[in-house]
């Protein structure tokens, strides 16, 4: 970890050359090793090779080709225009690395959570220390072994363990640090940085809501909903984890979620090769137990659980109470409780009575339906008719809000996570202009501070008059009009 803290130091990662050298070796190491990790996310997840192609190789390798795109310009000066008072200034934003930085990562998608947020470090200038999870041991073993081998190991480093080794690394001092997980643990990383002053981005979930509206097409909600919730088993930090719709839409929507599922996973998802698995007996025990401790509503689909084979059908539980067991705590697997609500009104009113999730759906054809619920709402993200794939979207941020997590990231806001901008101004030392700031020197006269307050302050907008407000355009009038009159004679 010293390490880490004097290689940047040194400005060893700073020139912009070396970071997109590693950059690119970052895109190698994805792109000439997929079976590898594929493999690796088969051990841990059951994931099929299309889900860990899409999802956590494609989907990284496309991260690094914008940020390699971008880069120059990203790290650029940015010339400010000073205000009358400091016109003889120049004025820059200065992007500057924000330095050693830590970066813990979740199982859900070992890999993709771990290159992203790293792509952000690198381009930035910064180092950084990456600790997988070892809830996904076969992912964490590949990734400490490709990134040893394709990356310069002064600047990159990765550490394995457990909350031991987790727990002394907190206790470090880092520049920045970067969490994906949830928020119990979060508040941990919180207090630890506090010890610091550190700065964070805290990626965390909870309970993100699908609302629907009964007079949606069905079929093609069913779809994406079903999508969205199986998805690497619904162990995905923006899983719609329930849905709210009226006993009307329920009645629609069960049906064609029936058919969904069997589209996709045939009669017994178990035997099909798309399906994934709960990704140990820990997080499989308290799925079933959360399902079995539930006293409202009906099993309508699925309910099939096989500890031997971490398998929990997709399951949907239809009329569930509001305070019930499944509507506790992000669910985080293929369990799906449908609330009944009387309206939109209704549905958005139980929202608002929830921590601020990192993902709100909307299923609507209705703008209206849509813009109401956007506007009487708070989340992380949100997404209209879909589930899912506004994650990834890089031309988009990416992170929560209040429970939900702290900053963002993905594309631009990867480099500004692990970017400080530092406020430049630079003066000459003209002694005529000295002149002019003699209006700040003491000693102090009222004739000094009128000048100073002229040349500080504007008059506001709604305090000009007419001519002031319009006196561009009065002088583009008057010198077209002489033009025009000239032209004609």
Not at 33 to 59: P, R, V
Not at 114 to 135: R, W, Y
Not at 388 to 398: A, C, K, Q, S, T
Request: charged share 25%.
């Amino acid at each position: 970890v010293s390490d880490s803290r004097v290689t940047f130091q040194s400005g060893y990662t700073r020139p912009l050359k070396f970071r997109r050298h590693q950059l690119q070796q970052l895109w190698r190491l994805l792109d000439e090793n997929q079976d590898a990790i594929c493999e690796a996310l088969y051990k841990d997840l059951h994931k099929h090779k299309n889900e860990a192609l899409l999802a956590e190789i494609s989907t990284s390798k496309e991260e690094i080709n914008t940020t390699l795109e971008h880069l120059e310009e990203w790290a650029r000066d940015e010339k400010v225009t000073p205000s009358m008072v400091n016109q003889d200034a120049t004025c820059l934003r200065r992007k500057e690395p924000k330095g050693s930085t830590l970066i813990i990562a979740p199982w859900n998608y070992p890999v993709y959570l771990v290159i992203v947020p790293l792509i952000g470090a690198i381009a930035a200038g910064c180092t950084a220390v990456v600790k997988p999870s070892e809830v996904t041991p076969h992912s964490a073993q590949v990734l400490t072994d490709l990134l040893h081998r394709y990356l310069d190991n002064k600047a990159y480093i990765v550490i394995n363990g457990a909350v031991e080794e987790t727990t002394l690394l907190l206790q470090q001092k880092w520049d920045h640090i970067f969490y994906t997980g949830n928020s119990a643990v979060a508040k941990i990383v919180m207090r630890a940085a506090t010890e610091h002053l550190c700065s964070l981005t805290l990626e965390l979930g909870g309970k993100s809501p699908a609302i629907i509206d009964e007079n949606a097409n069905m079929d093609v909600v069913a779809r994406r909903l079903a999508f969205g919730k199986t998805y690497n088993t619904g162990q995905t930090c923006v899983a719609p984890d329930y849905a709210l719709v009226t006993e009307k839409g329920e009645e629609k929507l069960i049906p064609a979620l029936k058919r969904a599922f069997k589209d996709f996973y045939g009669d017994n998802p178990q035997e099909s090769k798309s399906y994934g698995r709960i990704v140990n007996v820990r997080h499989f025990k308290r799925l079933c137990d959360t399902l079995m401790q539930n006293k409202s509503g009906d099993i309508v689909i699925g309910g099939q659980a096989d500890e031997d084979d971490l398998y929990i059908a997709p399951t949907v539980i239809s009329n569930v109470a509001r305070d019930d067991k499944l509507m506790e705590d992000e669910l985080f697997g293929p369990l799906l409780p449908l609330i009944r609500v009387t309206d939109v009104d209704d549905a958005i009113e139980y929202i608002n009575s929830k921590h601020d999730p990192l993902a709100l759906y909307v299923f609507s054809s209705n703008k209206k339906f849509v813009n109401k619920v956007l506007e009487s709402t708070r989340s992380g993200g949100a997404l209209v008719n879909d589930t899912l794939v506004h994650v990834m979207e890089g031309n988009l941020p990416f992170g929560g809000i209040g429970n939900s997590g702290m900053g963002s990231y993905h594309g631009k806001e990867s480099f500004d996570a692990f970017t400080h901008v530092r406020a430049v101004m630079i003066r000459g030392l003209n002694p005529v202009l000295e002149k002019f700031n003699n209006m700040r020197y003491a000693p102090h006269t009222k004739q000094k501070l009128t000048l100073a307050v002229w040349a500080l302050e504007t008059v506001p907008h709604f305090k000009k008059g007419f001519i002031a407000k319009y006196i561009r355009w009065i002088v583009l009038a008057v010198i077209f009009g002489a033009g025009y009159r000239r032209y004609s004679s």
